[in-house]
């Protein structure tokens, strides 16, 4: 009833001036009421629906309901105090119910607007008390007393009917029976003992309190009333277990979920999320939970945006300080080309290193396309080759489709140069290098190799701890840079290796995940020989 639209709509309405309308809306009401009554035809009740605008309806045609009357109960204030909760009424007597006085007990709720939630009135389900008194009146024995109490100690309903509405708050068993768990006790009451049991009905906040001489239980069969207390304790207790273990579970089960949580974070899951919405104590650790690992991503982001810009920065440093004997010995082997006549051979080598300053120094961008590296490539290639006539040859094999992923920028070169230095301008004869390129798995490999006379371990190893490059270099980026960037951008997984061996030559190895989607048009590009 309560998320009725009809009725809603119908109670928010204002009074009509007009009666047929008002019968119309009356019918439609009983209607709606009816069709409710057949989900709970086992019990005798009625349903009054209270307009704050003066309408109102009930389960049948009784004209001396007014919403006056409905004011007068101390209840009434606590049903606005719910804002729309379910307030269980206790029992009173209610002489304008079937046209004859009844004892009810209510379930009452403020029915409010769909739309703008202010408050329509109030939905009542008055049910008569010998309700709860018939699920127990068969149960009752001789000397046998069994009533139900609200949480104010006030009698809702009593195998004593006299004693509905009465309050047993000033009664010192009633501290004692007004607990949150199960129990029983034998108290003296007119100087004959009596044994207390009680139980919790949680829903509604009343309790179910039964009575019974100790006398008369014991004497006529002692063993009968042993197993009856006996199964009443296991009842009890059966119960208690239910609800604490309902109790451990409803406080336990955020715990775990909190718990897992902090373990996935722990991990290295930064996206793990607890979902506790609960407004207690474990709600607001979750939140807060939430809250720090928010606050981890955001600095975890910062720093690595950090590091990028301190790399970016450095990587342009280091391209800008282009080795000055290198600039020199170019320039001089220019000179020396015009000065022997070889005119186009001195303005390919000047045209080469333009494009080399301008590629390098005016280019900060850190990413470039590996057909972009090879354009750089070529040019420096082209200067050593002025300088080292008919001393190598470079051959490149990459495949088409992968010349537009994105790679770091200059780390082939530093390759390149590692092997014209240290494997080919040492070797009595012609050298080869080849540069390949492949994708894997697990990601891209770009290997550099020449037949140089290749390095000694300790060679190897000094080649890795060399802080500067040498003054023939290009530029001061050199083997350990390439290697660092690679782990810095793309983590542990990524770098460089290198293996030598001597009068072989050296391989060295470029391993990095793909940054973007490859272009469509396929094919081996084979033998970009330089040289």
Known sequence: LYFNEDLNAIIRRPPSG????????????????????????????????????????????????????IRKHSWFP????????????????????YGEDKNVFSAARLMKDYYSDKPLGVLLLNVDEKVIRNTYQNALGEGHHIYVVDQTGR??????????????????????????????????????????????ITKVGWVLVEEVSVDRLLAPVKQKMEFLISS?????????????????????????????????????????????????????LSNGFNQMVKKIQYLLKDLQEQGRLKRRIELEFLQAEINPHFLYNTL?????????????????????????????????????????????????ILIQQVRYPDKFEVRFQIPEELLDYQIPKLILQPMVENAIFHGIEPKDTKGLIVITGKLQE??????VSDDGVGMTKEQLKALWQMDKPSEQTFSKIGVINVHERLVLNFGPAYGLKIDSVVSQGTTAWLRLPVE????????????????
Not at 167 to 175: E, F, L, T, V, Y
Not at 240 to 252: D, H, P
Not at 256 to 284: C, F, P, R, T, W
Not at 335 to 354: I, K, T, Y
Request: hydrophobic letters at 40%.
């Open 18 to 69: 007009d009666s047929y309308e008002r019968l119309i809306e009356a019918n439609r009401v009983m209607e709606i009421f009816s069709m409710n009554a057949y989900s709970f035809d086992s019990l005798d009740y009625y349903t009054v629906l209270y307009g704050f605008n003066g309408k109102v309806y009930t389960s049948w045609i009784n004209d001396r309901y007014n919403f006056s009357s």
């Open 78 to 97: 606590k049903i606005r105090r719910k804002n729309g909760k379910i307030l269980w009424v206790s029992t009173f007597n209610d002489r304008s119910g």
């Open 155 to 200: 009698i809702v309903s009593d195998s004593n009917s006299a004693r509905l509405g009465q309050s047993i708050a000033g009664d010192k068993n009633w501290r004692q029976i007004h607990q949150h768990h199960a129990g029983s006790f034998i108290e003296v009451k007119k100087k004959r003992k009596v044994l207390y049991s009680y139980l919790p």
């Open 232 to 284: 009443l304790l296991i009842f009890c207790l059966m119960f208690g277990l239910i609800f604490s273990y309902a109790l451990a579970r409803r406080i336990s089960l955020p715990i775990k979920k909190l718990h897992y949580s902090m373990q996935e974070v722990e991990g290295g899951n930064l996206d793990a999320v607890s979902e506790i919405n609960s407004s207690d104590e474990i709600g607001d």
């Open 332 to 380: 001089t082997s220019i000179r020396f080309m015009v000065e022997m006549g070889r005119n186009e051979d001195a303005q390919a080598m000047l045209l080469s290193l333009g494009r080399l300053l301008r590629k390098t120094i005016g280019n900060s961008d850190e990413f470039i396309t590996i057909r972009e590296e090879i354009g750089i490539l070529k040019d420096y």
């Open 442 to 447: 697990d990601g891209l490999v770009i290997k």
């Open 516 to 531: 973007i989607i490859p272009a469509k048009d396929g094919g081996l590009v084979e033998n970009h020989d330089c040289g």
